[in-house]
């Protein structure tokens, strides 16, 4: 049997961070995964440029359970922390949209920089390694795996959630924290494209490619970014928002123009007595594909001087207003993130560590707290995993 101080199952962005800190502290580290890879979802995000933080880290931009969890690690391993890191080894970075920020060239300079860490602070990284079961002792813990059995006094549990299973995402790190009596909430795909009813599908799917800024709301949080239109639904950065906040049956409403209120625009517009189709106004404003789903023929081609006050307000509505139900999200297999995981009030806030059994850790997705699109997760996965590196 393997003996060593701390066990991290998982070789993510959150494994990877927690694992360095500990073996800093000289604690003997081994990170056990069972890809062949390290850090794959490092690899893939971004679009392979790695959003790895975002200038504008608020506790506001993270959903959970217990919404005050997430501020003592943000504050304590916050962005300029990662970005000291990220500047240590000249990463070339910018920013885009939101205070987003992405390699230059690749996100292999994240990974490459977390592994070269890694052997700087003596962290062993096996690979291949399938976990059959892990059992707790007085003052330590077990694990069975193919490649043999290990030993440690810590256990971090650095799994991940659900989303994209093709990356090897599985249920694993919930069931550890139900097989010692800790409960995990609910878990659903966040950061995901909504489908669409079979009418409305048929209907937008010839609209599929076609890209428009717009505000989306529902009861519980608005964003305003671009749509994109699918051949399943819809999507784009403002969908993969709201999609965390969503649930099954509920309606979203769309300001197809959020910088324009219609309906003075158009009355304005008629009070100048300029005889103009209403599609020759609208035209200006969005594509001929979408206004040609949302009103009818006959109405676009009527003068604006012949449209009524309550047929203005019913386009202004249509378009200012637009209530659509999704039909569901396209689910784990496209989703960012998961929404939910292992109940923050079983942690402490402070280490990671499991209130009722000592030496166990949760770090990174599989906790009950998810970020917005932007970088705010990964900057959850540094902010978790190096609190609970210096206990471990």
Same mark, same amino acid.
């Given at each position: ?24 502290? $000289?604690?003997?580290? #081994?990170?056990?995964?069972? *890809?062949?890879?390290? =850090?794959? %979802? &490092?690899?893939?995000?971004? +679009? ?111 799994? $991940?959630?659900?989303? #994209?299973?093709?990356?090897? *995402?599985?249920?694993? =790190?919930? %069931? &550890?924290?139900?097989?010692? +009596? ?211």
């Amino acid at each position: 049997m393997t003996e060593t101080d701390v066990i991290v199952i998982g070789a993510g962005a959150s494994g990877l961070m927690c694992a360095i800190e500990a073996g800093k502290r $000289g604690r003997r580290v #081994i990170v056990l995964d069972s *890809a062949n890879k390290a =850090g794959k %979802k &490092i690899l893939m995000s971004g +679009g392979g440029r790695c959003n790895f933080t975002n200038y504008f880290i608020e506790a506001t931009n993270f959903i959970s359970s217990n919404p005050h969890f997430c501020k003592s690690a943000l504050s304590r391993y916050s962005q300029w922390d990662f970005l000291a890191l990220i500047t240590r080894y000249q990463i070339p970075y910018h920013e885009r949209a939101h205070g987003q920020l992405f390699c230059n060239d690749s996100a292999k300079d994240i990974l490459n920089m977390l592994l070269k860490e890694c052997v700087n602070a003596g962290v062993n990284v096996q690979l291949n390694t399938l976990i059959e079961s892990v059992e707790s002792h007085t003052d330590c813990f077990h694990l069975k795996t193919n490649q043999g059995n290990f030993k440690s006094q810590s256990l971090v549990v650095a799994t $991940g959630g659900l989303s #994209i299973p093709k990356m090897g *995402a599985t249920p694993f =790190g919930y %069931k &550890i924290a139900q097989q010692f +009596g800790i409960s995990v909430i609910p878990t659903r795909a966040g950061l995901v494209p909504f489908t669409l009813q079979s009418d409305d599908k048929d209907k937008f799917s010839l609209l599929s490619g076609i890209a428009v800024p717009c505000i989306i709301s529902n009861q519980k949080q608005s964003f305003k970014e671009n749509m994109l239109f699918t051949h399943r639904g819809l999507s784009g950065p403002v969908v993969l928002q709201i999609s965390s906040y969503w649930g099954l049956g509920e309606e979203i409403t769309i300001n197809l123009l959020p910088d324009l209120v219609l309906e003075t625009a158009l009355k304005v517009k008629r009070q100048q007595k300029v005889k103009v189709r209403l599609k020759t106004i609208l035209d200006a404003h969005l594509p001929k594909r979408l206004l040609t789903c949302l009103l009818s023929e006959e109405l676009l081609n009527t003068s604006l001087q012949d449209i009524s006050d309550r047929q203005i307000n019913l386009i202004a509505n249509h378009i200012n207003n637009w209530t659509i139900k999704p039909n569901g999200t396209e689910g784990y297999r496209t989703a960012e993130v998961t929404v939910g995981g292992v109940d923050c009030q079983s942690l402490s806030s402070k280490t990671m560590e499991c209130k009722e059994v000592p030496g166990l850790y949760f770090v990174g997705e599989v906790v009950d707290v998810t970020g917005w699109l932007g970088g705010y997760n990964f900057q959850w996965a540094w902010s978790s995993a190096w609190c609970a590196g210096q206990y471990v």
